[in-house]
């Protein structure tokens, strides 16, 4: 089991399979990176899994693909197979823009895939222009039912900004509500890469939007999901994730592999050990000795809502979210 030095166990996983991406939103890479990581330092997916291997026989078990946007890498299908076949009971997901899931949602829930998360912020197309940088809503939309036909779980994240798309959140929960899929607005967490004046929504704000419509009640927070879980009287659930809030990080569990093998112990910080040199030799030992490191120098609490004007230098698009 990997505990760390704050007495969190340590089981989740995420493994971004590229930071490359076809939207711009402006909360992550609103414009193109100076340059991407070149395409012969990425793993391949026989690497990554080696370490996904050892992740497993240390204790991991949850385990979601991410990117930059995964469904742009080839052969996503066959990466996903092999972590099931590994381990079948691993709990497998996602996290996608859905602009590609339409005509890959079955394969890659015949591979193994459980459940996905796809990020919907706003239901117009012309918002969705403003924010992915591109026309992309029909898609999104189009991919979302595809997932669910094929009956994968969805769970949606959107990221709420003033003057944006604040104006939607009782209209993008409505839609979620109706197709029984689960909502989380993600308060917008600064970063150096994201565009300058973005204004994000506060969980208070947010609240207050939401009590002017609906009547629930505060359930607190459910095992280690970092969201703040509210309860409407038909008994519908969302989420608020808040990252400046302490309890954030009490009971966080996750560590982060970029596709080119850093092991990233907190979303936040710049801080990384690299796997790729143990396992580009098949030093099994030497990898699993850098993942118990990571884990035993995980810090105990992100900086957002931290020093005055301090913003993490971590791009969202690499380490997965
Ligand atoms: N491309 C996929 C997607 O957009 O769902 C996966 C990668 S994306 C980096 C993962 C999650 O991070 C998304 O839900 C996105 O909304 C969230 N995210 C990115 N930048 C963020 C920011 N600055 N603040 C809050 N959430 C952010
Ligand atoms: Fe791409 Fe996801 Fe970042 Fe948007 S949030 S730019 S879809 S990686």
Redesign the pocket.
Known sequence: MLIDSYDRVVDYLRVSVTER?NFR?Q??MPEKPFSWVPKENLLSFEELFEFIKIAIDEGVNKIRI????PLLREDLDKFLKMIYDYKPDVDLSM???AYLLKGTAQRLKDAGLKRI???IDTLKPEVALAIAGKDVLKNVLAGVEEALRVGLKVKV?M?PMKGMNANEIVDVLEYCKKRDMSIRF?E??E?AH?KADISGMKSPELLELLNARYTFRDEGFDGSSPSHYYTMEDGYKFGIIEPYEDDFCKKCNRIRLTAEGHLIPCLYFDEAMSIAESIKRGDIKGAALVLKEVVRTKPEKNRWGGEEGEVSSRA??ET??
């Open positions: 991406c939103c909360y992550c991410t990117g930059g946007e996290t996608t823009n998360n796809v990020s994240n990221v993600i917008y967490m970063n994201a969202f698009y997965g979210g």
